[in-house]
């Protein structure tokens, strides 16, 4: 089975951990393809490895620690053609490494995460698209992720929660889990005590929840965070806003999570964590993000 790996921000730890992950498959049912430019691959020692060669850097824009534009316009021309290898039936699924949200907008790209990007080259509705970290044996999906507070309060809707829902459980039965169940968070603390703390929970989660029950979703809530996400008792979790999910995954596993684009007809995750630029190009990157996403990402693409 064959798994692209887009290199991510070529100036930062990604191209290091591709090749190493992707060294670590050799021999296995899982065959990794770095998709990159040639010559920042073969710079990280993976010259005798599976490369799907894209020229979309010029060699003075290759500094690794820096951020720069050029890598960040090369970043976004990294995925593009992973998503082309899928759509060709060439790959099944896609890894990312880590992007630079300042490179890719210093390049003029409006950027706000690998999510939206997906959406885009997919042509599905953004609405429609969200992000599910995977780690330390926690799924949680997001309804909004990388905006203020007020922006996501205005975003979260009955409609929007309910796509987030059936997304979420589509993901993780193509994880191989069977009639998942779901657990929705609140929005407010105590997901608003019965009003005590404001009545976005009566008006929003609860009627979200309602609907997700009436088109078949073993879907229970909402609850407040604290309490749902400790009690463990679902398969996945539904947050609301992006710390409340981000939290809890980087607390129990700060470099080992995965995170899943959800909602697209493309099977794409990115690691959980950032580019690193102040020791890339120094050999001292753990790939293991990249490693367990290829064996997730193997596994959800078997079934």
Do not use: W
């Not at 939206?116 to 599910?132: C, N, R, S, Y």
């Not at 191989?176 to 929705?184: I, S």
């Not at 008006?203 to 909402?222: E, F, N, S, Y």
Request: net charge negative; proline share 6%.
């Amino acid at each position: 089975m064959k798994i692209a790996i887009a290199i991510g921000d070529p100036n930062g730890i990604g191209p290091e951990i591709a090749v190493k992950a992707a060294m670590k498959f050799a021999g296995s049912g899982i065959e990794p393809v770095l998709v990159g430019d040639e010559f920042v691959i073969r710079e990280y020692g993976g010259a005798g490895l599976c490369i799907a060669p894209i020229a979309a850097l010029e060699p003075a824009g290759f500094l690794p620690g820096r951020i720069d534009p050029r890598a960040g316009r090369a970043t976004v021309a990294y995925v593009r053609e992973a998503v082309r290898l899928v759509n060709a039936g060439e790959v099944s699924a896609i890894v990312a490494c880590p992007q630079s949200e300042t490179a890719i907008n210093s390049a003029g790209i409006p950027f706000s995460g690998y999510a939206g990007l997906l959406a885009q080259i997919t042509e599905t509705p953004e609405d429609q698209v969200f992000l599910m970290l995977v780690a330390a044996g926690l799924r949680i999906a997001h309804v909004t992720l990388h905006e203020s507070v007020r922006s996501a309060l205005g975003r979260i809707t009955i409609e929007r929660v309910v796509a987030a829902g059936l997304a979420s459980v589509k993901a993780v039965e193509r994880l191989g889990v069977a009639n998942p169940k779901l657990g929705v968070v609140g929005i407010n603390p105590h997901a608003g005590e019965n009003g005590l703390f404001g009545d976005d929970d009566d008006r929003i989660t609860q009627p979200a929840v309602a609907r997700l029950k009436a088109l078949g979703v073993d879907a229970h809530g909402p609850i407040g965070a604290d309490l749902m996400l400790s009690q463990r008792k679902h398969d996945v979790y539904l947050v609301m806003f992006h710390d409340q999910g981000h939290i809890p995954i980087k607390l129990l596993s700060p470099l080992r999570s995965s995170a899943l684009s959800i909602g697209t007809p493309v099977l794409f995750s990115s690691v959980g964590h950032g580019c690193a630029h102040d020791i890339a190009g120094k050999g001292v990157a753990d790939p293991i993000s990249v490693i367990e996403t290829l064996a997730l990402l193997g596994g959800a693409a078997a079934h």
